[in-house]
């Protein structure tokens, strides 16, 4: 199982990304599937997932200004951003738990998402 991510780059504050996380497997064989974030000397951190079922779940500090979507088609989880600031700076992962016996967790390999002016 892969995951590939695609997206990031350099952007002005107030400015927009779209993120795309492309799984090799159908995203119907994960449980959920989502974003996170980590900037240099922090802790890896949820920005927003999507559950099977399609429930989503955003941390406070996007909420409002990002909205994951899926396009089942395409085997694709995107991630739009918009007002980002310099806060939001850091590499981007795509997570995934893959169903099976047991349930097992894939990391894409992030792409950096950098907000400056």
């Known amino acids: 199982v892969q995951l590939q991510a695609s997206g990031g780059g350099l952007v002005q504050p107030g400015g927009s990304l779209r993120l795309s996380c492309a799984a090799s497997?159908?995203?119907?064989?994960?449980?959920?599937m989502g974003w996170y974030r980590q900037a240099p000397g922090k802790q890896r951190e949820l920005v927003a997932l999507?559950?099977?079922?399609?429930?989503?779940i955003y941390d406070d500090s996007m909420k409002g200004r990002s909205t994951i979507s899926r396009d089942n088609a395409k085997n694709t989880v995107d991630l739009q951003m918009v007002g980002l600031q310099a806060e939001d700076t850091a590499r981007y992962y795509c997570?995934?738990?893959?169903?099976?016996?047991?349930?097992?967790?894939?990391w894409g390999q992030g792409t950096q998402v950098t907000v400056s002016s």
């Open positions: 999507m559950t099977l079922g399609g429930t989503t």
């Open positions: 497997e159908s995203i119907f064989k994960f449980n959920r």
């Open positions: 997570n995934g738990l893959f169903i099976g016996l047991p349930n097992r967790e894939y």
